[in-house]
């Protein structure tokens, strides 16, 4: 139970959902957009959040495709994470969503909620980053497309009023070599002590890690060091683990040196596995 009172609101449309924004926003209302809401639920319960307005953006058609083209997969920001791993579509971010959360939390999470919420980890950004994804946005100023990562900088940077409709996945991500793996501490499902997603492009590795630092992050330095074959697997995941752009998380789950031994440990078992021939 929610234990104050807010205005909610169900639009239709994209018009509807900006109008209500606005016309919230100005009675102070401090809305916020509703995508599978399971975040803004819990907050709200333990009186860390007070939005006097939530505008539930389920009933949006826009906000609902799941849709593949010649030229891109689309996926609607209300799109549950089950629906996503469910269309077998990009088996990557497939991948990703099947190792957040449990089974009932899939079919709640949604690919729009967990890449703007306030948890930390966002892990389905892990192959959009390294994909060239794009999004639509809508907001104040209309309808806009970008590059994910112009608007994903550890968290999404939205412009006040502006909310997630799409996220477009080009078509040769789709079907491009691939892995993921997440190590927790002790349970199959818990937040990640390192969750890396990596993704082939004309024979040349990249990756993108959460759970080891305070945002999700892709390198270009990391990967120079990665696909230097030049030198020795133990050298590279040595050298590249050393990189990290922030300091590693210290938390319940480890010490930050021991996630970043972690890491570096992942980082070899890819490079061996790739070498191998097993991805």
């Not at 949006?60 to 495709?65: D, M």
């Not at 892990?126 to 104040?140: D, K, Q, V």
Request: with cysteine.
């Amino acid at each position: 139970m929610i234990p104050f009172d807010f205005i909610y609101c169900r639009p239709s449309t994209l018009k509807e959902a900006l109008d209500a924004y606005r016309q919230l926003q100005s009675e102070g209302k401090n809305p916020v957009y509703y995508a599978g809401g399971s975040e803004i639920i819990t907050l709200c319960r333990a009186g860390e959040i007070r939005p006097g307005g939530v505008i539930d953006l389920k009933n949006i058609p826009e906000c609902k495709a799941l849709a593949l083209d010649e030229r891109a997969l689309h996926i609607g920001s209300v799109c549950t994470l089950n629906q996503i791993k469910e269309s077998k579509l990009f088996n990557l971010l497939r991948l990703a969503c099947g190792r957040i959360a449990d089974h009932t939390n899939q079919c709640r999470i949604t690919l729009g909620g967990n890449l703007c919420g306030s948890i930390i980890y966002r892990e389905t950004s892990l192959p959009l980053l390294i994909s060239e994804a794009e999004l639509t946005l809508f907001g104040p100023e209309g309808e806009r497309r970008i590059a994910f990562d112009k608007v994903f900088k550890g968290r999404m940077e939205l412009q006040p009023g502006e909310l997630v409709l799409q996220i477009h996945i080009p078509s040769w991500a789709l079907k491009a070599r691939h892995y993921h793996v997440k190590k927790t501490q002790n349970e199959k499902i818990d937040y990640p002590l390192v969750s890396l997603a990596a993704l082939w492009k004309e024979n040349r590795l990249r990756i993108a890690v959460s759970g080891l630092c305070s945002h999700p992050f892709r390198s270009d330095q990391m990967e120079a060091v990665l696909n230097n074959r030049a030198l020795s697997r133990d050298v590279r995941s040595k050298e590249a683990a050393a990189m990290l752009p922030l300091s590693p998380l210290s938390d319940r789950a480890g010490s930050g040196e021991y996630c970043r031994f972690v890491f570096q440990n992942t980082l070899h078992t890819l490079l061996e596995e790739m070498e191998n021939g097993k991805i």
